[in-house]
C-alpha cells in the first residue's frame, strides 16, 4: 500500500483547503485512517481520524473547524479544513493502520498567510 497526499497549498486565514490522501491499493480493512500534522523540529501530532466504524477524533485545536472522512470506493481519505489559522501551517501527513500495519504518505505542505 503506497499513500499519496495532495491539495495542499497557500491559502489566507479564514480561507479553506481540502486534503486528499489516496491509497494505491485496497485499504479497505483498515481499522483506522487519520491526518497528522508536523512543524520543522517538532513531534508528528494527530490532527484527526476516522475508524472503521466512523468514529472519528479531533485534536481540540481543530474540532468544529476541520472535517475527516473516507470514500471507500475510491481507497481515498479526505481531510477539510475550514476557518484556517496562521498556526495550522504545517506538513500534514496521512496514515492508515491495516492489519496491523501502518502506513504514511509523503507529507503535503499547507501554509496560512496572509
Known amino acids: 500500500v503506497q499513500l499519496q497526499a495532495s491539495g495542499g497549498g497557500l491559502v489566507q486565514p479564514g480561507g479553506s483547503l481540502r486534503l486528499s490522501c489516496a491509497a494505491s491499493g485496497s485499504i479497505f480493512g483498515a481499522d483506522i485512517r487519520a491526518w497528522y500534522r508536523q512543524a520543522p523540529g517538532e513531534q508528528r501530532d494527530l490532527v484527526a481520524s476516522i475508524t472503521s466504524g466512523s468514529r472519528t477524533n479531533y485534536a481540540d485545536s481543530v474540532k468544529g473547524r476541520f472535517t475527516i472522512s473516507r470514500d471507500i470506493a475510491k481507497n481515498t481519505v479526505y481531510l477539510q479544513m475550514n476557518s484556517l489559522r496562521l498556526e495550522d501551517t504545517d506538513a500534514y501527513y496521512c496514515?492508515?493502520?491495516?492489519?496491523?500495519?501502518?502506513?504514511w504518505g509523503q507529507g503535503t505542505l499547507v501554509t496560512v498567510s496572509s
Open positions: 496514515y492508515v493502520r491495516l492489519r496491523g500495519r501502518e502506513y
